[in-house]
């Protein structure tokens, strides 16, 4: 059995500390030998064992996230067929969006894309839209591993610094293993339900075409008593709106990460969940199964809604500016299909039910997020765009130009009160401020 003395100990641990803040969380370890435990840990480190390997794995970014998407695509397979359009079908594609965008022109200040239109397989839109998964989804792995550490020092607990420092790689993996698990499963479930690139309700891809996913729209007209080719010519109009809006508007996109790197800064996690479920004294038999166990125990702090008030005026901006989005694209699909398209009605009801049976964006934001996107805004977001054409008739898109004109939740639940333009500027709030520092003045 090795000495209770705690000078020279492996990776220079106060023991006695250690020993102090562990028994103070109820972990049972006062007959423990601290010195086995941490040349275990060592040992392991050294060897770089199981419990270390995916932390080593994270540090090449690159190659981690290679793997999630790679995942990603082999759950996709497993949805079925994905063939690629025949020549027919295709020529048949480029005339309805060519159709669709003649439409669009006469209801929108936006010019189109210029960019040829493009049908995509499940897998290649996983890859074409990676980039913009990643920008998106690695600050968020960053603060729930940032938030375990920070769990790990409380402030007022200087003795946590030794357990932190053992635990650190450990807590860092977790993280990285729990959210790509999560994120390689959502992946694959918006790859093999999403109609266009962006239903999602964000822009993956940059300078990206109009994309029509056509495994998926297929499998989504075969229960609709609607033809088929109102169904994509609808959606179609619905794509090359919201890329009009995404291309037009250089601060939208920004905007959206902007929102998302600042609510994972926000993130918390509640230590004492993870430190219950851990037993040091079992660190010697302690392999990546265990510690993936350990994170489906606190899987719940990852995941649950946020809670702290500056998360949740995050998440209720973030709904805000994405209910603006869907709104201003109902609005805008409406007023382009209504003279051509006696079904229009009918296929905008099909939508409508879509969304509020969850669709692609809220596979996205509930299960990345934590966030429950309420269709009924969207249905306000529509209305207050139409009150917005009815007062300023073609100067509505105008309201694009800056985000500090776009209407507030406010204007949502009364869309007459938006009225005329203000001629005061706003009053920015702290948040407003730091979000404008992170988009580095875009929108000026």
Known sequence: MASDDTSGSPGGFDFEEIRKLLEKLGLGAGDMDFNQLLEQVARMQAAGGPAFAMTNADMDPDAAWRTTIAAAQQLTQEKGPDKTPEIGERNQFVDSERLAQSWLTEHTAFPETGLPPAEIRRNDWLEKTSSGWRKLVEPIIDGLADALQRG???????????????????????????????????????????????????????????????????????????????????????????????????????????????????????????????????????????????????????????????????????????????????????????????????????????????????????????????????????????????????????????????PTAQHLADPLSFGKKEESSPVLDSLDEELRKLLGGAGD
């Open 152 to 406: 790990a020092a409380a402030e007022g607990e200087a003795e946590l610094g030794a357990l932190s420092a053992m635990l650190a790689p450990m807590m860092r993996t977790s993280a990285s293993l729990i959210y790509r698990d999560r994120l390689k499963k959502v992946l694959a479930e918006v790859a093999g339900s999403a109609l266009t690139g962006t239903e999602v309700g964000i822009n993956l891809m940059d300078n990206a075409p109009v994309v029509v996913l056509p495994a998926n729209v297929a499998e989504f007209t075969e229960d609709l008593e609607l033809p088929d080719s109102d169904v994509l010519l609808y959606l179609l109009v619905r794509e090359a709106a919201r890329m009009r809006l995404f291309h037009n508007v250089g601060w939208l996109s920004p905007q959206l990460t902007a929102l998302l790197a600042h609510f994972a800064r926000e993130i918390s996690i509640d230590f004492d969940a993870i430190s219950s479920t851990f037993d040091p004294s079992k660190m010697e038999d302690f392999s990546l199964e265990d510690m993936v166990e350990v994170g489906e125990q606190v899987r719940g702090s990852f995941f649950k809604p946020a809670s702290t008030p500056t998360q949740l005026e995050i998440l209720g901006r973030l709904e805000l500016l994405l209910a603006l989005i869907e709104g201003w694209v109902d609005h805008v699909t409406a007023r382009a299909t209504s003279k051509w398209m006696t079904n229009a009605p009918q296929l905008s009801e099909v939508i409508r039910r879509r969304r509020a049976s969850g669709g692609p964006s809220q596979d996205v934001f509930n299960q990345l997020l934590g966030l429950d996107l309420r269709p009924r805004l969207v249905r306000d977001a529509e209305n207050l765009w139409a009150a917005i054409e009815h007062d300023r008739g073609d100067g509505r898109d105008e309201v694009w130009q800056h985000p500090d004109l776009l």
